[in-house]
C-alpha cells in the first residue's frame, strides 16, 4: 500500500476525552514523509493531548493512527517498537538531572536498543557536536542553560535514528532569543528528511517554523 508508506502519521476519527471534557473530537490528519506539521493553538486547546496519542502516551477515546505503518491503536499492537522509530522533545526537556549529558545521551538506547557502549558514546560525540555542546558530555543539567538543555534533549532524540520526531512546545521555557536557535536546529533536523509534528501555542514559533522550513 503506497499510501501507507509516504504517511509517516495517520490519524482517522480521534476522540479523546477526560471524564465529561471532550478535548480531542474528530481530528483526522496525515503527516507525510520529511513533512513539518506544526500545531498551534491556546495552551489547554489539547494540542499536546493529540501529540501524545502519537505514541500512546495517551491512549485515544476513540479512532484509529497509525505511526510508521503500524496502527498503534490497534489490539496488540507492539507499541513498544513504534516507539522507537519516534523521538519525543519535550518543553521542560526531561532530561535526568542525576546524570552527565552523556549519560544523559546514552541511557536509552543502551537500555531499550542495546545498542553497545562504544557505539553509543560514539553516536552521542557526533550529535552533540552537532548541536554545539561536545564539551559539555561530562557536565550535568543543572549546569546548562534552557537553550542547551533543549539542544541536548533534541539531539538525545535523535540518537535512535528515529522516522518522526515529535516535539511538545519544545520553546515553551525558552526565550525568544533562543527559540529561533532552537527552531534553527530543528529546521536542519527536518532538512535531512526528519519527519516532524511541533506543537506550539506560540504564534512567532509557527511563524518561524514557515519561514525556516
Do not use: W
Request: glycine share 6%; charged share 25%; proline share 4%.
Amino acid at each position: 500500500d503506497t499510501m501507507e508508506k509516504e504517511n509517516m502519521i495517520h490519524m482517522e476519527h480521534l476522540y479523546k476525552s477526560f471524564g465529561d471534557l471532550e478535548v480531542l473530537k474528530d481530528i483526522s490528519l496525515d503527516v507525510q514523509k520529511g513533512e513539518v506539521l506544526v500545531i498551534i493553538g491556546p495552551s489547554g486547546s489539547g494540542k499536546s493531548t493529540m501529540l501524545r496519542c502519537m505514541n500512546l502516551l495517551e491512549t485515544p477515546t476513540s479512532g484509529s493512527i497509525t505511526v510508521c505503518g503500524t496502527e498503534i491503536t490497534a489490539k496488540g499492537a507492539p507499541i513498544r517498537e513504534v516507539r522507537q522509530k519516534v523521538g519525543m522533545v519535550f518543553q521542560h526537556f526531561n532530561l535526568f538531572e542525576h546524570m552527565t549529558i552523556m549519560k544523559n545521551m546514552i541511557y536509552a538506547p543502551m537500555k531499550t536498543k542495546k545498542i553497545p557502549k562504544a557505539d553509543a558514546i560514539a553516536r552521542a560525540h557526533e550529535l552533540l557536536n552537532r548541536v554545539g555542546l561536545d564539551d559539555k558530555a561530562d557536565v550535568y543539567p543543572i549546569t546548562l542553560s534552557g537553550g542547551q538543555k533543549q539542544r541536548v534533549a533534541i539531539a538525545r532524540a535523535l540518537i535512535a535514528k528515529p522516522q518522526v520526531i515529535l516535539a511538545d512546545e519544545p520553546t515553551g521555557a525558552l526565550d525568544s532569543k533562543t527559540t529561533v536557535e532552537v527552531m534553527e536546529l530543528l529546521r536542519n533536523v527536518n532538512r535531512e528528511g526528519m519527519t516532524m509534528v511541533i506543537v506550539t501555542h506560540e504564534q512567532s514559533v509557527a511563524d518561524a517554523t514557515e519561514k525556516i522550513i
